[in-house]
């Protein structure tokens, strides 16, 4: 006999607004770099490094299950969600968990290093003029092998999202629109923080992103 299913908000608005920021963005950096449009991309660029920093601090500050001590764990969480599909957050998994983290760290290397970079031609990052050549020329390597990466990781992504669709049955894209999940075991009640504070960080963050560029 198949189990009563009950929905229950699981993901608060910050977050959500967060994930699907970070979807256009990443999209458009990766679009404007194909196009040649680095005034565009060098923009888009500092929007990933503001809402990462804003995710990084979120995920220590901000509700439950946008923390990361809520969804991270180590092998022994990792095999019993294998194993057994057992997870101690009603969010993230823990394997979603560490590819959440991947990426994020990827795209805040991204970001640094696109700020030091150049093209070797006409455009270099808003701080290049303050490094040497020798370092903008390598943070441009780095810059450009971790896009592969960062493509890599987001067509797993992408290929997991529809292999617990297709096979396993779970739709993870409604939750991330919603907040809303279907859950068939008891879960015990989440702690939300207030979008107000979510505002507020990112202000925060924002600001200094403003304040570093202009001051250096």
């Not at 805040?108 to 701080?127: E, H, K, M, R, S």
């Amino acid at each position: 006999m198949s189990q009563a299913k009950h929905l229950i908000r699981i993901w608060d608005l910050p977050t959500r607004l967060f994930h699907w920021g970070l979807v256009l963005l990443v999209g458009l950096v990766f679009l404007s770099a194909s196009l040649g449009a680095l005034d565009i991309h060098e923009i888009a660029g500092e929007g990933v490094l503001a809402l990462v920093l804003f995710r990084l601090a979120w995920g220590v500050h901000g509700s439950q299950t946008a923390r990361f001590s809520d969804f991270l764990g180590g092998f022994a969480a990792i095999q019993k969600y294998l194993v057994h599909r057992e997870s101690k957050s009603a969010g993230h998994n823990p394997l979603g968990g560490w590819m959440a983290v991947a990426m994020l760290a990827i795209l805040l290397v991204q970001a640094i290093t696109g700020l030091i970079a150049n093209d070797g031609i006409f455009f270099q990052g808003p701080l290049a003029h303050r490094t040497s050549g020798i370092i903008s020329d390598a943070a441009t390597a780095v810059h450009h092998q971790l896009a592969n990466l960062l493509a890599t990781l987001i067509v797993i992504h992408v290929t997991a999202i529809l292999l617990y669709f297709f096979v396993g049955k779970e739709n993870l894209l409604m939750p991330m629109l919603s907040g809303k999940k279907l859950v068939t075991t008891s879960v015990n009640s989440i702690h939300f923080s207030s979008s107000i504070s979510a505002a507020k960080i990112l202000c925060v963050v924002i600001l200094a992103i403003v304040i570093l560029l202009a001051v250096l």
